[in-house]
T-cell receptor
Framework: AQKVTQAQTEISVVEKEDVTLDCVYE???????LFWYKQPPSGELVFLIR??????QNEISGRYSWNFQKSTSSFNFTITASQVVDSAVYFC?????????????FGQGTRLTINP | DVKVTQSSRYLVKRTGEKVFLECVQD?????MFWYRQDPGLGLRLIYF???????EKGDIPEGYSVSREKKERFSLILESASTNQTSMYLC??????????????FGSGTRLTVV
């Protein structure tokens, strides 16, 4: 069965530091999608990125960047020059084929606290 | 703006009550999902539906049932609420994977407390 592991339960850094959130996954599918979501204190999950298993290019969006390495089954997320507004719980997720649909398998989440 | 709306933000129910959690999406999505979120466990799938009246069990379906009579609405039912069902419940919807802009949209969640 598919599995997503976010080994870092909590991370706390000072504002402006760079921080990397780790994500390791297991799947037997040859085609799959990986996602990162942000959950601020309000509770709603906010989509950050989707990555297709055939596309191993790293992606940068402002202060956010993602490193996808199929060889190590990892999809890590880096925030550069962190800000207090980045404080949230971050989830990595893997799509899993299911009858008629693709369902998401989530990691346990990493609580990130950015201190001023 | 596309939306997934969950009817209640907070609910308090008594043990043994039948509880309905409602979710409505306005994006004409085929797939809908119910997850529960607990600290240290992430989000775990309870049930999902890939079409009207079609449903599939997720990883933790025990004690729950679902109903999807219309495409836009997916209801989660706790037949007889128990204290171990105290949790945050999140509804989501998605397109089919082969459709463009494949992704998931989540509701704001319902925090259910069973006393």
């Amino acid at each position: 069965a598919q599995k997503v592991t976010q080994a870092q339960t909590e991370i706390s850094v000072v504002e402006k530091e760079d921080v990397t959130l780790d994500c390791v996954y297991e799947t037997r599918d040859t085609t799959y999608y990986l996602f990162w979501y942000k959950q601020p204190p309000s509770g709603e999950l906010v989509f950050l990125i989707r990555r297709n298993s055939f596309d191993e290019q790293n992606e940068i969006s402002g202060r956010y960047s993602w490193n996808f390495q199929k060889s190590t089954s990892s999809f890590n997320f880096t925030i550069t020059a962190s800000q207090v507004v980045d404080s949230a719980v971050y989830f990595c997720a893997l799509s899993e084929r299911a009858r008629g649909a693709q369902k998401l398998v989530f990691g346990q989440g990493t609580r990130l606290t950015i201190n001023p | 703006d596309v939306k997934v709306t969950q009817s209640s933000r907070y609910l308090v129910k008594r043990t043994g009550e039948k509880v309905f959690l409602e979710c409505v999406q306005d994006m004409d999505h085929e797939n809908m999902f119910w997850y529960r979120q607990d600290p240290g466990l992430g989000l775990r799938l309870i049930y999902f539906s890939y079409d009207v009246k079609m449903k599939e069990k997720g990883d933790i379906p025990e004690g729950y049932s679902v109903s999807r009579e219309k495409k836009e609405r997916f209801s989660l039912i706790l037949e007889s609420a128990s204290t171990n069902q105290t949790s945050m419940y999140l509804c989501a919807s998605s397109l089919m994977v082969w459709q463009g802009n494949y992704g998931y949209t989540f509701g704001s969640g319902t925090r259910l407390t069973v006393v």
